[in-house]
Structures are given as C-alpha cells and as structure tokens.
C-alpha cells in the first residue's frame, strides 16, 4: 500500500462504503494482486475504527477479490492461470450458452439495441484506453444475455464469480495491444445471436471466451 492512501472516511460511512472503496481501488489497478492491506494503516487513512473495515474485508473475501489466512495479513487475490482454465472458462461458457438458448426466442429489436449500446461503448473507452470502463462493459453485455434468460438460479451462479471474472479481465486488459479488437469480437457475437442459431451463436461464444483467455495466458508464459 505504499503508494495508494485511502480517503477519510465521513460519519455517514458504513461497512459497504468502505467495501465499495476498496473494490474500486482494486479494479482500478491501485491495489494489484499481492497487495498487502494493513487495518492499522487503513483505519487512521480512513478515520474510522478497524471493525467495519474488518467486516469490509470479509465481505470481499466472500466475492473472491481479497485472500487471508490465520495470523496473516489479509492481501488482494491473484487469479492462476489454472483457475483460469479448469473454474473460469468452463463455468462461463456453460452458463452463457446455455442462457443464450434460454433467451434466444424472447429477444427482440430492443434487446439487440440494448447490446449494440453497451458495445458502443465499449469502444469510447477503448478509445480513451480506459480498461475498468472496457471492463464494465465487456462484463454488462455478457451479464445482461444471462439476465435475459430469466433462470434465476443461473443468474445467481454468474453474479457469484463476477468480480473473479472482472479481476481476471482487468488483469488481462493490460497486456492487450488492441483494445479495439475486444469490441469487433462483441460485434461478431452479437451478429450470431441476431441470426438465431444455436450451433453458430455458441461456436461464436465459446471462440471469443477461449481466444481472449488463451490470448493473454499465452503471453503470461
């Protein structure tokens, strides 16, 4: 933490506010993965007493961002290239196309403009070079197809390893040499689903879940 200082914090703060800032300074590259979070240092930066930054911590340990062990310090996670490939990639591919399939009847013009805007976008921040706004809406599309379905339990299964998903992406966004590639892949995706096929829509989903993960654990080696 030596380079990143918390705001103080206002009376009003609760255990949530001090999770979103957290979070935030995760996502935004402040705290990289390894990063050590001493309460101590935290609560005189925020001006609040070390239990709701506690409960803070656990909460985003619960959502994968931050990793502890007994009687040592509490330290953002890191995602494993073998997370990536035996957890990540599966899950995600099994349950966007499956929710793709759900979806694929109830879809009209106004789900295809809702994805084209996220993809639009998309691209304003790529060409700002902005990766957490790339990120949002890279995760929004592909969050908003699993919505789409209705399948509550398999809404609830994505929402659970969002922010893994999220960190992984930010992670990966950063060695990127084209982010304007990211939204043509969106593009070609959503072409698939406007066609309707099964076979062409979850061809075309898994080439761009695999490609982007393999793109960047290639050059992890």
């Not at 992984?168 to 406007?194: G, M, N, S, V």
Request: glycine share 4%.
């Amino acid at each position: 933490m030596e380079n990143f200082t918390f705001e103080e914090q206002k009376n009003t703060s609760l255990r949530h506010k001090i999770t979103d800032d957290i979070r935030k300074a995760i996502f935004s590259g402040h705290l990289l993965p390894g990063t050590r979070l001493r309460e101590v240092e935290m609560s005189k930066q925020m001006g609040v007493s070390r239990g709701p930054i506690r409960e803070a911590m656990r909460m985003l340990e619960q959502e994968g961002l931050l990793i502890s062990q007994p009687y040592k310090e509490t330290m953002v996670s890191d995602i494993t290239r073998e997370e990536v490939i035996h957890v990540l990639i599966p899950i995600r591919l099994t349950l966007e196309q499956f929710a793709v399939k759900k979806a694929l009847d109830l879809l009209d013009d106004s789900h295809y403009a809702k994805l084209q805007s996220i993809i639009d976008k998309m691209r304003e921040a790529a060409n700002r070079q902005d990766i957490a706004q790339i990120a949002d809406y890279d995760l929004h599309f592909h969050a908003y197809l699993v919505e789409l379905s209705g399948m509550s339990n398999i809404i609830s299964i994505w929402n659970s390893i969002y922010n893994r998903i999220r960190l992984h992406f930010i992670t990966q966004a950063r060695t990127y040499d084209d982010l304007i590639k990211l939204c043509q892949e969106h593009e070609t995706l959503l072409e698939a689903i406007k066609l309707g096929n099964e076979n062409d829509i979850c061809a075309a989903l898994t080439e761009h879940i695999q490609i982007v993960n393999w793109d960047f654990l290639d050059k992890q080696e």
